[in-house]
């Protein structure tokens, strides 16, 4: 790995400042983009206490969009992170290199995907898995909610 840190990619692409750059401009409009939907859901917070006379499909409806809101934030913070995490690969020179197999990152994909941290492979393997995981969260939830409807 010590070795593959020497020829980074970026630099090789000639592309360091570029990248950063394009790295700190979508870290600040997705920071930005958090702050207006965390207040957005906080006002809408205080709307629905105000109100107070809500019944009970608009309070389920209410709760259905925030928890759509907090899902689109919590999505955002995990870009940001990955944009994070970019940014100090980038410092340390092992930018450009997959986190899971070391093997480079190929130029189309970052062009496309300035903060992947993986290769292409070893995306699909990590997506698969986090959705197998999801999937069996989602199962679990729906045994939880709806006992009566798996009795057939
Ligand atoms: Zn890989």
């Known amino acids: 790995m010590k070795t593959k ?7 090789e692409l000639g592309r ?35 109100a107070g006379v809500l019944d009970d499909v608009e309070a389920a409806d209410a709760d259905l969009q925030e928890d759509i809101e907090l899902a689109l934030i919590e999505a955002r913070q995990e870009t940001l992170q990955k944009i994070d995490a970019s940014l100090r690969r980038l410092e340390l020179g092992v930018y450009g290199l997959c986190s899971e197999c070391g093997e480079e990152i190929s130029a189309v994909r970052l062009r496309a995907l300035p903060f992947a941290v993986r290769c292409r492979d070893c995306e699909e393997d990590h997506e698969s898995t986090v959705r197998r995981e999801r999937e069996k969260r989602q199962r679990q939830f729906t045994l939880f909610a709806e006992p009566a409807g798996r009795d057939r």
């Open 5 to 11: 840190a020497l020829d980074n990619p970026a630099q």
């Open 16 to 50: 360091y400042e570029e990248l950063r750059q394009i790295l700190e401009r979508r870290r600040s409009s997705i920071t930005s983009t958090i702050r207006d939907r965390v207040s957005a859901v906080r006002a809408h917070h205080g709307e629905t206490n105000t």
